[in-house]
């Protein structure tokens, strides 16, 4: 099993940047890509990036894309999550989240890191 921990989050106000970070641990060698999540309260789990590991592909979602930024650190085992012009809605926990190989779905997850973003 891969340990992920997020860091990074924070209290920030509208305009600013943060960059979370996403460290794993135990068995990487199974992990085909990670992702990015948030869930802001009262709403539904969001994507917002992923990295696969092998060919550092990377996709974000539409709602953040020209904002956020996901990049990857293979001598680290960590992804992080670039996030610029920050807005109030961008206040959710964000998840970081792994996709093993062979799996189509991410099947372990982080235990969040809270972003807000408030003036």
């Known amino acids: 099993q891969v340990q992920l921990v997020e860091s990074g989050g924070g209290l920030v106000q509208p305009g600013a940047s943060l960059r979370l970070s996403c460290a794993a641990s135990?068995?990487?060698?199974?992990?085909?890509?990670m992702g990015w999540f948030r869930q802001a309260p009262g709403k539904e789990r969001e994507f917002i990036a992923t990295?696969?590991?092998?060919?550092?592909?990377?996709y974000v979602a539409d709602s953040v894309k020209g904002r956020f930024t996901i990049t990857s650190d293979d001598a680290k085992n960590t992804v992080y999550l670039q996030m610029n012009s920050l807005k109030p809605e961008d206040t959710a926990l964000y998840y970081c989240?792994?996709?093993?190989?062979?799996?189509?779905?991410?099947?372990?997850w982080g235990q969040g890191t809270q972003v807000t973003v408030s003036s």
């Open positions: 989240a792994q996709r093993s190989v062979g799996k189509a779905n991410y099947d372990n």
């Open positions: 990295v696969t590991w092998a060919s550092g592909t990377t």
């Open positions: 135990g068995r990487t060698l199974s992990s085909a890509a």
